[in-house]
């Protein structure tokens, strides 16, 4: 029996940039010890697998593994996953029910041809990181407390999963990332990270971002969605949102692999929107 995958890069235009995804699109028969496998096998950061739903509906049951282990939500490949489905069922809403609760999507076709996927996260929520917390991380990192902007106070914010929030005082601090990935991936797993967010506020409408995820096996994200979520509440919480707001997250420009997001965050709904292209990479089968 075989399985078919999909491949799609998230986040971007090009299939040489953004962050890619392996899509399963029928994993009814699988069950968890498969699903790892094949995310391991196929070595993006996150596979997307589709247990089970009603295609008339358009509502499905979604898990999402990393090479290493099950996540309760990804952004990039929910992404990826909703281009795929719009392409095979055309564009228009559907509704994913992950483990980290029921994600509403909407896909549409843009004037190029592309298809665009704007998700609404689960509530999110923000704290301040608890010193303990915050000097772990610096510590893995190789960053001092003289690396951070103090008008963007460390955090730990939940868009599906949590996230420390750490913003650099610096572009070329956010460029200089090279981090210790074993004791990283140890705090991270001490205090229940997915992944650390790094950013850097360039202005109020435009940050860039930086995300390792040692504990998923993947030394950075070129491109997070459900991190992207997370910050959306984290600036709502610090009240940087003060009306409806379109805020843009460059991400994977160090590495080499652009990506674009897009988040729409308002002062009283909890939720998060985060938009973004998927353009298929391959396809293979396992």
Do not use: K
């Not at 040489?16 to 699988?30: I, K």
């Not at 990181?129 to 407390?145: H, N, V």
């Not at 460390?154 to 005082?169: E, I, K, M, R």
Request: net charge negative; glycine share 10%.
């Amino acid at each position: 029996m075989t399985t078919e995958i999909l491949r799609y890069s998230a986040f971007t235009h090009d299939p040489a940039g953004g962050n890619p995804a392996g899509v399963v699109l029928d994993a009814s028969r699988l069950d968890d010890t498969a699903m790892l496998a094949i995310a391991a096998e196929v070595g993006y950061s996150e596979t997307a697998f589709v247990t089970g739903g009603d295609a008339e509906r358009r509502r499905f049951r979604v898990r999402y593994f990393s090479p290493l282990a099950e996540v309760a939500f990804c952004g990039h490949a929910t992404v990826a996953l909703a281009v795929a489905l719009a392409e095979r069922l055309g564009p228009g809403e559907v509704v994913l029910d992950t483990p980290a609760g029921e994600i509403p999507v909407s896909t549409a076709v843009d004037g190029t041809g592309a298809v665009r996927a704007t998700l609404t996260s689960v509530p999110t929520r923000s704290r301040p990181a608890l010193p303990a917390e915050r000097d772990a991380a610096l510590g893995a990192l190789g960053w001092t407390a003289a690396d951070l902007d103090p008008a963007l106070p460390a955090h730990v914010a939940f868009g599906g999963n949590d996230h420390l929030v750490l913003a650099a005082a610096s572009r070329a601090r956010l460029a200089g990332l090279d981090y210790d990935f074993d004791a990283l991936a140890e705090v991270m797993r001490r205090y229940g990270w997915t992944t650390v967010d790094l950013v850097w506020r360039e202005s109020a409408e435009r940050y860039h971002a930086r995300n390792p995820f040692p504990v998923g096996g993947v030394m950075e994200d070129p491109a997070t969605g459900a991190a992207a979520a997370a910050f959306g509440g984290y600036l709502r919480e610090l009240g940087l949102v003060t009306g409806p707001a379109t805020i843009a997250i460059r991400q994977g420009e160090d590495m080499g692999r652009t990506s674009e997001l897009l988040i729409e965050v308002g002062p009283r709904d909890p939720r998060t929107r985060v938009t973004g292209q998927a353009v298929p990479v391959s396809g293979a089968s396992v």
